[in-house]
């Protein structure tokens, strides 16, 4: 009963139309219902003023003109233009009404036209009982399949609509997301660039200036060390940004070469490193080999970081050590230091590093382990598969 007494919100425009409807209807059919016989006329303004209805609710409207019709049978009323209400409450409920009330509307009309076979032509030849018969099923079984085809028709729209909207949300969606990946890679980037050499600056700037008085020469070392790591770090920015600027296709194939770090140029970055103060020992076992663009760049990332938190947090006169191990099925990056990292205590922000590094290494398929080790000091090691074919070793 829920679904008969709730009504369908419908626009203004469209209440308009069938009050206009309804009106016109009771002053034509109405009224030649009413110079046929009163009775008839008051039974068909029963079957038309609540057409005003059809389409916000279509069961009541279809089961008070079917009970007026009722009445008309049961009073011996012959059949009147005002009947026309039947045929247009039956096709609105077959188009707006549920879909079970539908069905019973249908069988409700069929019913109906055995009774009015009865009663209007019950004196007629068998021959003409059949004809109207077939006649007035015809009529209302059509009018209730125009309906239904309506129904059915107004629904496959309803559901194109429907997918429209969801894909222009999941676009929308898939865009947004794509934004914040972007963002984060550019954060990540950003980083790795500058976090590593302005720790190297800040290493320099200060041991300079403590040794400015007591030994001019090493503090032009340092600010010498200082300009190069700076310009390398620019230098390196700009690659970064160049990225930013390649086409699509560039940006989706990991393997596509790039400007970027990777494996051979850990020497280099191990020197810029012991240059700035910080005691680094650089090992390499198993048999190294060629890494695809996006491995070599995550291991030279994951090296920069651990080195870049050894310089901020391990503390003066801590030794480093650097293993790459290059296994069967993967490689092994193991950034260490003895320093007093295990008791610093932790930030309440983790900031981009070691997220950063964990990023890379999914990426790569691959994990990184972070944290302090058992006797002291702090240890990174990060495990990349090759994803080689079973018969390249």
């Given at each position: 009963?829920t679904?008969?007494?709730?009504a369908r919100p ?18 034509t ?7 046929q016989?009163?009775l ?7 079957m ?24 008309q ?5 012959q ?5 026309v ?27 109906g ?42 629904l ?7 997918r ?15 934004v ?5 890679r ?20 200060d ?7 007591a ?17 390398a770090?620019?230098?390196e920015?700009?690659k ?8 699509e296709q560039?940006e ?24 700035a ?13 060629d890494?695809p ?18 310089l ?7 030794r ?14 193991v950034?260490s230091?003895?320093?007093r ?37 702090y ?15």
């Amino acid at each position: 009963m829920t679904g008969i007494l709730a009504a369908r919100p419908l626009p203004a425009r469209s209440q308009a139309f069938d009050l206009l409807l309804a009106g016109t209807l009771c002053m034509t059919a109405g009224f030649l219902s009413l110079a046929q016989v009163r009775l008839a006329g008051v039974l068909a303004f029963g079957m038309l003023v609540p057409l005003i209805w059809r389409r916000t609710r279509p069961e009541l409207t279809f089961f008070a003109v079917s009970s007026v019709a009722v009445l008309q049978w049961l009073s011996d009323t012959q059949l009147m233009a005002g009947n026309v209400g039947l045929l247009i409450a039956l096709y609105a409920i077959s188009v707006y009404g549920e879909v079970r009330y539908s069905r019973i509307a249908l069988g409700v009309g069929g019913l109906g036209v055995l009774m009015a076979t009865a009663r209007y032509y019950g004196n007629s030849d068998w021959r003409q009982q059949v004809t109207m018969m077939v006649a007035l099923g015809a009529l209302v079984f059509g009018v209730w399949a125009i309906g239904e085809r309506r129904r059915t028709r107004g629904l496959y729209v309803a559901q194109l609509e429907e997918r429209a909207a969801q894909l222009e949300r999941d676009r929308d969606r898939e865009s947004k997301l794509a934004v914040s990946n972007e963002r984060t890679r550019i954060a990540r980037e950003i980083h790795d660039v500058v976090a590593h050499g302005l720790s190297i600056m800040i290493v320099q700037a200060d041991g300079g200036l403590y040794a400015a008085d007591a030994s001019p020469e090493q503090a032009k070392k340092a600010l010498a060390t200082i300009g190069d790591t700076g310009r390398a770090s620019l230098t390196e920015m700009r690659k970064m940004l160049g990225l930013l600027k390649q086409d699509e296709q560039l940006e989706l194939d990991p393997d596509q070469p790039r400007p970027q770090p990777g494996v051979s140029s850990l020497p280099e970055l191990v020197e810029n490193v012991r240059q700035a103060g910080l005691a680094v020992d650089y090992e390499v076992t198993g048999r190294p080999r060629d890494l695809p663009a996006l491995l070599g760049l995550t291991a030279y990332r994951i090296v920069q970081e651990g080195l870049t938190n050894t310089l901020k947090h391990a503390g003066p006169g801590a030794r480093t050590s650097v293993r790459l191990d290059f296994g069967r099925e993967m490689l092994t990056v193991v950034v260490s230091d003895d320093g007093r990292g295990a008791g610093v205590a932790p930030s309440s922000d983790p900031g981009h590093g070691l997220v950063g590094m964990r990023q890379r290494a999914s990426i790569s398929g691959g994990t990184v382990s972070a944290g302090p080790k058992p006797g002291g000091g702090y240890e990174v090691i990060a495990r990349l598969p090759y994803h080689l074919t079973g018969g390249e070793q």
